[in-house]
């Protein structure tokens, strides 16, 4: 059987509870297991018994040098399922300084961000199926700059996205 998603990613932290902190106060993430210098949580939405796994290295870590100086990853991603939520996301995070950025690749709708660590990670929202159309995917040879309003205009608020991308269409064609 081939590999069909990816079920944690760890990082390496400076104060766990910090981070446990900020996934949970920003993101909603829960701590489903802890122990000392590590912590184990899930997004709110996930069914994986954990998406990220936390563990201390201490306060005199040096910052990530991943794309600057050495080879690494960039960034995690994870998925809302409306506009609404990438939006009332996009202002948690400008509320707590997190947010770096945000983008329009077309087919999704990006929010950037930095956890306490300067960890990068992505927040976004994926057209759904049966919205492509040659805009969208026209629009994937540039990235633009995101304009909610617009979106939600164009898709409307509450579209679940990724309906037949990223989530399975219902046989029925019916949402999840």
Do not use: C
């Amino acid at each position: 059987m081939p590999i069909f998603r990816l079920n944690h990613a760890v990082l390496y932290v400076r104060d766990v509870e910090r981070s446990v902190a900020f996934y949970r106060d920003v993101l909603g993430f829960k701590a489903v297991m802890g122990m000392p210098g590590a912590a184990f949580i899930q997004a709110p939405g996930s069914t994986n018994d954990h998406d990220l796994g936390l563990f201390q290295i201490g306060a005199n870590a040096g910052p990530s040098e991943a794309g600057r100086s050495t080879v690494g990853l960039y960034h995690l991603a994870w998925e809302v399922d409306t506009l609404d939520e990438l939006e009332r996301l996009a202002a948690r995070l400008a509320d707590t300084g997190a947010l770096a950025g945000a983008s329009d690749h077309g087919t999704t709708k990006s929010l950037y961000a930095k956890d306490p660590d300067g960890l990068e990670f992505e927040v976004a929202w994926v057209v759904p199926a049966d919205l492509l159309d040659e805009q969208a995917l026209a629009a994937r040879e540039r990235i633009g700059p995101l304009d909610l309003t617009r979106e939600k205009d164009r898709y409307g608020p509450e579209t679940k996205g990724g309906i037949g991308i990223s989530v399975p269409a219902a046989p029925y064609g019916g949402a999840r």
